[in-house]
């Protein structure tokens, strides 16, 4: 098996930047890397995301909201995800499981018992090998979302300032119950130093290579 990266956090906490930067030092030093994000990875997930993400569809419920994530997320995780792993390589998924309880567990306040049912039943029980939260202020990295260049607000970050809150103060009490798979990183850092400390992190997990670099 290969090696399951997910990186997690509040909004505007710059997960997509290091992601796509992680991706490239792996490469460069001779991994097989597959990105994806969720919700959306495939032709399904995608038009799942649509849903999900629009903001005119201000009455879904909560549950519909966790119904339709899982949906896009057991489609990645079986035709992307699993095989990709299976054939040794690296996955970096911005966004996962996690994120679910964060924000419809602690966000939206529903079951986390019910949560983490519907996960290990839309992931095949799959879970990452190392997970990246990169943390920071809700004001802040909201503020960075809003002064984004070409960046239309989704359904969920236009939800209100103690949403955002509350999603926070999950991670980081997911992070906590889980200290052997969660890496909790200062996302205000500048750029380059948080992702010279996720290639720290990182260095100790990797699995070997078919061919030397």
């Known amino acids: 098996m290969g090696l399951f990266v997910t990186f997690e956090g509040p909004e505007g906490s710059g997960k997509t930047t290091q992601v796509h930067l992680l991706a490239t030092w792996l490469r460069e030093i001779g991994y097989n890397v597959l990105t994806t994000r969720e919700p959306g990875g495939t032709r399904i997930g995608d038009a799942v995301r649509e849903v999900l993400l629009n903001r ?3 009455e879904m419920r909560p549950e519909t909201e966790i119904l339709l994530f899982s949906a896009a997320r ?7 995800i699993c095989p990709h792993l299976e054939r040794g390589g690296v996955v970096i998924c911005d966004r996962y499981g996690d994120s679910t309880l964060a924000y419809q567990g602690y966000g939206r306040q529903l079951c986390l018992d019910t949560l983490e049912l519907i996960t290990a039943f839309a992931t095949g029980n799959l879970k990452p090998d190392l997970t990246i939260c990169l943390d920071l ?11 984004a260049d070409g960046i239309e607000w989704n359904r969920m ?3 209100q300032l103690d949403f955002h809150e509350r999603v926070r103060r999950g991670f980081l009490a997911l992070a906590a119950l889980e200290p052997a798979r969660w890496r909790v990183l200062d996302a205000t850092k500048p750029i380059s130093e948080i992702a010279a400390e996720i290639r720290l992190q990182i260095t100790g997990h990797l699995p070997e290579r078919e061919t030397p670099v």
């Open 137 to 147: 202020p809700v004001s802040e990295g909201l503020h960075r979302k809003r002064n």
């Open 157 to 159: 970050e236009q939800e």
């Open 74 to 80: 057991a489609q990645i995780v079986g035709e992307i």
């Open 56 to 58: 005119a569809h201000t």
